[in-house]
């Protein structure tokens, strides 16, 4: 059972802009950087953002990350099918001294 | 090119023991914990545990600890997983990845574990 909440799925026509929300608490996202992950059907995940909002290397600036409080937002600007896929917030829990995922969000372009 | 390569695709029956591996190559593979992650199918993704490979501390996750191993070889840059008597619900692909960031990954093993 994930300790940050996504929505299950968001969705948009392409070129179209969508935010998937990560929702946390003290203990992992008010006090710890957050990382989103894409995952493409059928492969492993990949980093999108770190430190809630870096940008890795090679990663188009259409994807962006922001923080406020224990919540986090990753937005994906000018939708493409590629885009299509799941999609993983994740942070430091110091509760829990774990790492911990979001529940993922399935992104789909209408 | 910072690489990690998994071990390939198992499959077991229930009790068996297992070890699965991820080789780092194209950086320095002490400099970076390796962390394991769990997908069942279907499934989001579960943090195992971590292993510092610079002198092999690990910290488990609490849904994890005492179910499985975290271990490593660093003379050989390769990191592993495992258990002693698998389940059948322990089906599931197995990644590792570099932390703290989790900026490169392994490509996955697949875990298949049925009578």
């Known amino acids: 059972q994930s300790v940050l909440t996504q929505p299950p799925s968001v969705s948009a026509a392409p070129g179209q802009k969508v935010t998937i929300s990560c929702s946390g608490s003290s203990s992992n996202i008010g006090n710890n950087y957050v990382s989103w992950y894409q995952q493409l059907p059928g492969t492993a995940p990949k980093l999108l953002i770190y430190?809630?909002?870096k940008r890795p290397s090679g990663i188009p600036d259409r994807f962006s990350g922001s923080k406020s409080g224990t919540s986090a937002t990753l937005g994906i600007t000018g939708l493409q099918t590629g885009d299509e896929a799941d999609y993983y917030c994740g942070t430091w829990d110091s509760s829990l001294s774990a790492e911990v995922f979001g529940t993922g969000t399935k992104v789909t372009v209408l | 090119e910072v690489q990690l390569v998994q071990s390939g695709a198992e499959v077991k029956k229930p009790g068996e023991s297992l070890r699965i591996s991820c080789k780092g190559s194209?950086?320095?593979?002490?400099?970076?914990?390796i962390s394991w992650v769990r997908q069942m199918p279907g499934k989001g993704l579960e943090w195992m545990g971590r292993i510092d490979p610079s002198d092999s501390y690990t910290n488990y996750s609490p849904s994890f600890q005492g179910h499985v191993t975290i271990s490593a070889d660093k003379s050989i840059s390769t990191a592993y997983l495992q258990w002693s008597s698998l389940k059948a619900s322990d089906t599931a692909m197995y990644y590792c990845?570099?932390?703290?960031?989790?900026?490169?990954w392994g490509q996955g093993t697949l875990v298949t574990v049925s009578s």
């Open positions: 990845a570099r932390q703290p960031s989790g900026d490169y």
């Open positions: 194209g950086y320095s593979f002490t400099s970076y914990w």
């Open positions: 430190e809630n909002n």
